[in-house]
């Protein structure tokens, strides 16, 4: 009978002991879930400020022929190369778009101003033989402080070059263009102080023709040159064309003068 009883006193006190650290391994993950959710605190894209979906690309290619494409700027082809403006790889042109798009941010208490360009790009699959082309969504995104994003007096039948320094940006690409893979990558950018090469600056050069009631323009991460046959008297040979009330819909405060 003694046995019995310290048989089973010790067998208590062994499930209290397995109890109290259950307890305390349950009590572990959860502050560890819980810190972990806190942590992920993600930027918040708020209101729209400005879009632009739509715009002719124009290319003057080396044989003095005029190639427009919608939301594309075509690459150089001629004579029997022309056949493949549209294909795979050459279809992506020189550059493209899907959509420009400017919208309030915020992140970690503070408020800011991101501007995106939501593009087309594209790999082979099996590119040693330039075999299973297969298109992907390009996002390149730049963030500036409330005002930062200023554009505002044009001159008409002008080139209006446009520096704006940001304060972060970054370019990634995938296989579906969600507001989850956005943020993260936001999120990414802004945590490592990110400015993607080859500098912060976004260049704009924009051409308001008030007679044609159009707006001819390029923007661009590239420092101004001749890639797109800048001239004395404006974007020459390669930009990108819309009205100019389209074109105010992505910079509101646009007044031509």
């Known amino acids: 009978m003694v046995l019995i009883i310290c048989q089973y006193l010790q067998y208590n006190i062994i499930m209290k002991r397995i ?9 572990c993950f959860t502050a560890f879930g819980q810190d972990d959710r806190d942590s992920i ?9 400005g879009y632009l979906g739509e715009a002719l690309g124009w290319m003057k290619n080396s044989a ?22 549209d294909y795979q790889k050459q279809g992506l042109g020189i550059d493209n778009f899907n959509a420009f798009e400017v919208n309030e941010l915020s992140y970690q208490g503070n408020k ?18 330039k075999e299973g082309w297969a298109y992907r969504e390009k996002v390149f995104f730049y963030i500036f402080n409330p005002g930062g994003l200023k554009v505002d007096s044009l001159k008409n ?21 969600d ?10 950018a802004m945590d490592g102080g990110r400015c993607a090469e080859p500098t912060c600056d976004l260049y704009l050069l924009i051409k308001p023709i008030k007679a044609k009631d159009v707006v001819r323009f390029v923007i661009t991460n590239r420092p101004v040159g001749l890639e797109f046959g800048l001239g004395k008297d404006g974007i020459k040979t390669r930009y990108y064309e819309t009205s100019i009330a389209d074109f105010t819909k992505l910079f509101p405060s646009v007044v031509i003068y």
């Open 157 to 177: 039948d002008s080139l209006n070059v446009i520096t704006l320094t940001a304060l972060y940006n970054y370019a990634y690409e995938s296989n579906t263009n």
């Open 19 to 27: 109890l109290v650290l259950l307890i305390i391994i349950c009590s």
């Open 64 to 85: 003095g022929q005029w190639i427009s494409r919608p939301n594309r700027i075509a690459g150089d082809y001629v004579g029997d190369n022309i056949k493949f403006i």
């Open 112 to 129: 800011y101003v991101i501007f995106s360009k939501q593009a087309k790009s594209g790999y082979y699959k099996y590119p040693q033989v």
């Open 179 to 188: 507001d989850l893979t956005f943020a993260n990558n936001i999120k990414k």
């Open 41 to 49: 605190v993600l930027p918040v894209v708020g209101q729209r400020m």
